[in-house]
Structures are given as structure tokens and as C-alpha cells.
């Protein structure tokens, strides 16, 4: 799917439609849209009321009427109208006027490894729909290793774990591209949910949404220094009243599990499918950490202790691949492919 640097480089825009959050990076003015990808529409005249971090507020405080919709799911445009309605509100309008105006305007776009042709499809019609004449798909994996700052085009092994809020994705890249990698269907979301049924199925306690975080920040201890437990405020499934239960850091522990066990599972694939020269590199430079999961406390110690290999969380991990694609369409970065040779 990744297309040639030659042909990233002449997109002018690079856009990341996130789950969770769409990014949007401009060769002129940079990181320009950050937003979570969430558009309130209301659903008897079908217009957009609001979108991105507006849009999220109102999400489980709406009438009836008015629904937030999130149309990227798992990687892939699921509602191609509200993914360019709510662009080119998020994007103000500027861009898609300069769009038209440049029949060459192109747009390099991130994708999960391993989309389907009809994920790659949506994210393409979407990005034509406001106007590009040509769309350049770029794997999430490159885009992020490129912004993580890893020596990607070099002839040594570097792993990359990209853990958004829909899907995990990991890789071992060499000489530039994808050596072997693995998607699963496991992110923040997962983890967020797996915290929620536990409380759910062993307190009868329901959690808002906001309660999650905090209860996170148990994972962080790292062996020895453990945590406090801490009270969390919930409505009590059977009764429907305002309850507190003191949770523990096992008790956290041991509900991500699931989440976490097909995130290492997929590390382990991965690794088995690499040479073994390669393997024998990762030993010493060790996996890279990308995508907004990473700043889940307590995410990189896990790995690094179920792995025994060393574990760093990217510098900006959420924001880490669309600053690499956009370091890609301003040709920051040295060719991955070689000229051809001179007779
Ligand atoms: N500071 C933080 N602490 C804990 N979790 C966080 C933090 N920041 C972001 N997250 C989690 O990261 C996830 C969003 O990550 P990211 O922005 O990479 O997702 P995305 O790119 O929209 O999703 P995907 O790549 O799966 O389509 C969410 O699940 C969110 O809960
Ligand atoms: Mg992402």
C-alpha cells in the first residue's frame, strides 16, 4: 500500500483519521487540526451542530434527536458524508478552497497495515470527495517509525508498536519498509472497556466514563512501588444509586489483561515471522512505543516485563504519525529508494 516517497512528497497535506482523534498536518503551517473525530448531528434535519472536541462534550449529554456519531471505526471510514463534513469543519474551509483552486493539490493519507481495498477506498474517496486530485496511502507503522525519530532506512532491525484507540499495530521495519507487522483489533478503547466490565461484573458498579483514567494510574507502579488503592464513585448497577468501592492495582492488572495479552500475542507473531538477524538487533534497540494508548500508564512497563526486551515510549506518541508523514510530504527524510543507476 505505501507509496514512494517521490509521490508522498508531492501531497502539500497528510491526514491521520484516527478512531479517536483526526490529525491533519500541512506542508505550509504544520500540525493545523488535532480534534477528537466526533461529529453531533442532529437527526431529524441531519445537520452538523457541532464536531471534534465540542462534539465529544455532548456525547452521552444529548436529547433524542441528537446523536454523536464517530465515523472512523477500527482504521477505516465508516461514514464517508460525516468524515468530509466534519474535515472540512475541523480544517475551517481554507484548505479545501486551496484544494480546488490547485488541480495538483495531493493528500498522503495513514492506514492500518493489512486495510482492506475497500478501507483504502473510503479513506481515498473521502480525502477526493473534499476536493484532492490524487490521494497517496502511506502505512500508519512507516508514518510513525518516520516520526518516532527511528533510523527507518537503515539496514538494521527496529520495532514499532502504534497502539491507537481502535487498533494495535506492530512492525519490525529494515532498509525502509515493513520487514513483517500485525494488526489487531485491540487498543485504548479495549482497555478502557476491560476496566469497566470488571467493575461491572465484580463491584456491580458502573463507571463514568471520566473515572477511567484515574483508575490507569494504578498500572504505573513498576514491581515495588505500588500504588495506593483508590476510591472510585459509581452508580450501582442493581439499585441505581451513588456507590464508592476501593480499587487496588491488581484488580486493574488483571482486568487489562485480555487487551493486553492480544497486543503481546501480536508482538510475539510478529517476531516469530522476522529473521533472526533482525531478532538479534531488536535485543539491543528494543521496541518503540507510538499512538495515544502509549501514554497509558503502565502500558510500557508491561511490555518491557512480559517481553524482557527494552521498551521506550516515542517522544509525542499520539501525535507521533502524522508528524511523520508529515516529515515525509516535506522530504525530511532520506530517500528509501535508491536512483536508478547510472549506465
Ligand atoms: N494521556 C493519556 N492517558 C491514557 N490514555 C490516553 C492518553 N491520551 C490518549 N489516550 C488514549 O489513546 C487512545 C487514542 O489514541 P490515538 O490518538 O492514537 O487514537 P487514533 O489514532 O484516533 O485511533 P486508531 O489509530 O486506533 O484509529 C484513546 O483510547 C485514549 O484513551
Ligand atoms: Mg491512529
Known sequence: MTATLAQVRRCSVAVDLGAARTRVYTKAKGLIVDEPTAA???TRSGALLAVGAQAELMDGRTPGYIRVVRPVSGGTVVDIDIAQRLLRHLVGGRLTRAWRRWPTMRAAVCLPYGSEPLAQRAAVETLTGLGARRVELVETLVAAAV???????QPEATMIVVAG??????????LGSIVAAETVPVGGNAIDEAVVQHL???HELMLPQQAIRPLQMLLSGDGELTPAPQEVHGRDVVSGLARTVLVDTDQVRSAVNTPLTAILDAIGAVLRRCPPDLVADLGGSGIVLAGGSALIPGLEPMIRQATSMP???AEQPDVCPVLGL???IEGRIAPLELDPLAP
Open 40 to 42: 453531533a448531528v442532529n
Open 147 to 153: 516520526g518516532a525519530g527511528l533510523p527507518v532506512e
Open 165 to 174: 484507540a481502535g487498533t494495535t499495530q506492530v512492525a519490525v521495519l529494515s
Open 200 to 202: 461491572r461484573l465484580h
Open 311 to 313: 521498551v521506550r515510549v
Open 326 to 328: 508529515g516529515a515525509m
